[in-house]
């Protein structure tokens, strides 16, 4: 983890939207989506399914479907816009100024290619000063950086081959190819078992620390968060509702949904056998959103208060810290979550 209060941002998105045509209307997934990341850092992001954290990294990248848009914001690399590039340009920038490790590396990878012949196409498009003897060294490189064993034979197999540990890894080592400045994880350990989901969390710090890399972690398990980020991202119907130091966010909580959140993980100390606390309700669709706070259908907090019938702005708490709720003072002075 690195400290980044001084530290001019290598990316910064500001104010976000994306929304997507379908058969009943237009649908905005994405809402004032605003962060800043710098060099080397850490950025969590949490949220349920459909929160949106998928969503802004394709954005980002210029990868969203084909009945998707950037209808606002803006997303600046080392301060040159992105949003509205050429697709020329945006190719440029992908695999070479930023990366990203998809969920399912199945089905990422090319199953009828060899791992080296697909790490060996991003160098192409990007080393060109590398001639194939060169691109051959680098990949070895590469897989050995990752730690995967008989990195010369391995290269050669197909990702069938490969445990589902070891895919994760290949992926790591094709991101990783021409050193990108900036590495997007799309829940890169959810299909692992708990020890190779250690080993690939230490992977990718190790990596980091290595290159200076920025790593941005999607993610639901706030395990995760509290292991690697330096500062969290928390999202719910397609806003940020709360964001500050990871240890920030964990010690006390300024939104209901954080909170929820929080209380609903499971414990080494609890002993008593009992169920999880689960925050009711489902998240909304993102087509039929309720009005006011998208979170007072399922906050015990906003019952019965007239004020959560107005979306809440993201109240700045201090440097790096902020929280879309009319009631996070009031938060900060309840119980915590164990």
């Known amino acids: 983890m690195t400290s980044t209060s001084e530290t001019t941002p290598v990316l910064s998105v500001r104010d976000l939207t994306c929304e997507f045509s379908t058969a009943g209307g237009t649908v905005r997934a994405v809402n004032g989506v605003s962060f ?21 990294m394709l954005a980002i990248l210029g990868l969203l479907a084909a009945n998707g848009r950037i209808t606002g914001g803006s997303v600046t690399l080392d301060g040159v816009e992105l949003v509205g590039a050429s697709e020329k340009r945006l190719q440029s920038v992908r695999g070479r100024e930023i990366s990203m490790i998809f969920q399912d590396p199945m089905t990422a990878l090319n199953p009828v290619m060899t791992i080296a012949a697909q790490i060996d196409e991003s160098l192409k498009r990007h080393s060109r000063g590398l001639d194939r003897r060169g691109r051959q060294s680098r990949i070895i490189e590469l897989l050995d950086q990752v730690r995967i064993p008989n990195a010369v034979r391995r290269a050669r197999q ?37 020890t190779v989901q250690a080993q690939i969390l230490d992977l990718l710090h190790d990596v980091q620390v290595e290159t200076g890399t920025a790593l941005v972690m999607i993610t639901h398990d706030l395990g995760v968060i509290a292991e690697v980020a330096d500062r969290a991202l928390v999202m719910y119907a397609g806003r940020v509702v709360e964001t500050g130091t990871a240890a920030e ?31 009711p309700g489902q998240p909304p669709n993102p087509a039929r959103l309720p009005s006011g706070c998208s979170f007072r259908p399922r906050c015990d907090l906003a019952q019965g208060r007239t004020e959560c019938a107005e979306a809440p702005e993201l109240a700045v708490l201090g440097e790096g810290r902020a929280a879309a709720c009319h009631f996070h003072t009031e938060l900060a002075l309840s119980e915590r979550p164990a």
């Open 249 to 279: 966010l964990f010690a006390e909580p300024r939104h209901p949904y954080t909170r929820g959140l929080l209380a609903s993980r499971p414990t080494l100390d609890d002993t008593d056998g009992g169920d999880l606390d689960a925050i």
């Open 36 to 56: 800043d990341l710098a060099p080397g850092e850490t950025l969590g992001v949490v949220g349920e399914s459909g929160s949106g954290k998928s969503i802004t």
């Open 158 to 194: 197909y990702p069938h081959e490969f445990s589902g540990g070891m895919r994760q890894r290949a992926m790591i080592a094709m991101a990783m190819a021409n050193r990108p400045r900036i590495l997007l994880a799309d829940e890169p350990t959810t299909a692992l078992d708990v």
